[in-house]
């Protein structure tokens, strides 16, 4: 992983959240505390305004950065759990220094399993894990096939969907949706809708690259 694709996939995931502004605001008014889309504006901002620092760092260091400077600037339940996800990917990039898609695989599925265990969560609770998690699956399985680009990112765009569609039927067991009860179901959750739409921002810039 090169530090200018972090870069370019920061200014895509920028472009995607604003496209779809209207409709993940929407989603957090209904079941949620109404500031995610706020808090995920203030981190693709934040990082955008980074790339001076970060451009001249290696991929691992700048994610740290990355993870360390949203901890302290995004709020709510958001900043802590994205900045988990930076700085583990870091540490498993810095460990394993090949460069390669099992590489990244690996970091992105370490970078889930500290959003788990940071917010005491896991696959099936209506949270942006119900996304992440599947992709994380997806996107090893994929490489360890030998699947082709084309191939790995249409089937980890698919998980994500797949992902965020599920959260509609589920009983939220975590934040705000979590006191609403049966209330939150016929809601997709907010985080698993930002979630995809960044995951599929980044899979569509590989796919120009």
Known sequence: MKTE??????DA????????????ESLD?????GDHFINIKRGVTTIAAM??????LPADVALQRIG????????GASGPLFASFFIAMSKTLKTQQEESLATI???FADGVES??????????????????????????????AGADMPALLTAIKASAEQGMLSTRDMLATKGRAAFLGERAIGHIDAGAKS??????????????T
């Open 29 to 33: 008014r209904a079941i949620g505390d």
């Open 13 to 24: 995931i920028s472009i995607a959240i604003h496209a779809h502004e209207s409709e993940i």
């Open 68 to 75: 360390m400077k949203l901890l302290s600037t995004i709020g």
């Open 51 to 56: 790339r001076e620092e970060l451009s001249a």
């Open 5 to 10: 694709f972090i870069l370019q996939a920061v």
């Open 105 to 107: 695989a690996a970091a």
């Open 195 to 208: 979630s995809q739409v960044m995951i599929s921002a980044v899979c569509d810039l590989l796919a120009q």
């Open 115 to 144: 959003i788990k265990q940071r917010g005491k969560s896991d696959l099936g609770e209506k949270t942006m894990l119900d996304v992440l998690i599947p992709v994380a699956q997806t996107f090893r399985q994929q490489v360890e």
